[in-house]
């Protein structure tokens, strides 16, 4: 079996990333701090070690959004591109939106349900992960 290989970029196409390799999770997140920074009612990610991850474009901007947390983004177009926490340190989260192809990457889980708004109906049928219960940023 060849190994997995996915690709992807920001909106203007300046942040450009290369993946190999399976990733360890793939969720939608619902706290208050992704909402914020995406300016969606949920974002996705796709977790994969550091190691795994390459980026081929410029490299985006970080910011860090509170103590151990600090979020990516295309300092040319603003695109979202990453989160990452001192809790895990060799992971990298990327936002799902961003991959070539969508299609190999299929949520398996929701973080902090308890933040996701009434009226949102998405992949019910998933089950609540590990990271649902503290508010983080």
């Not at 949920?42 to 550091?50: L, P, V």
Request: proline share 5%; glycine share 8%.
């Amino acid at each position: 079996m060849s190994e997995t290989k996915l690709s992807g970029h920001c909106y203007c196409g300046a942040v450009r990333f290369a993946v190999s390799g399976e990733s360890d999770w793939i969720g939608h997140c619902h706290c208050e701090s992704c909402r914020r920074q995406t300016g969606s009612v949920m974002t996705t990610f796709a977790g994969f070690r550091q190691h795994q991850v390459i980026f081929t474009g410029a490299m985006p901007n970080r910011y860090h959004s509170s103590d151990g947390v600090t979020r990516s983004f295309c300092g040319q177009c603003g695109s979202p591109v990453a989160y990452q926490s001192d809790d895990r340190p060799d992971e990298i989260h990327l936002h799902l939106g961003l991959f070539d192809d969508l299609e190999p990457l299929t949520p398996s889980d929701h973080s902090f349900i308890n933040e996701k708004p009434s009226w949102l109906h998405a992949d019910e049928h998933l089950p609540e992960s590990s990271w649902s219960g503290d508010k983080s940023d």
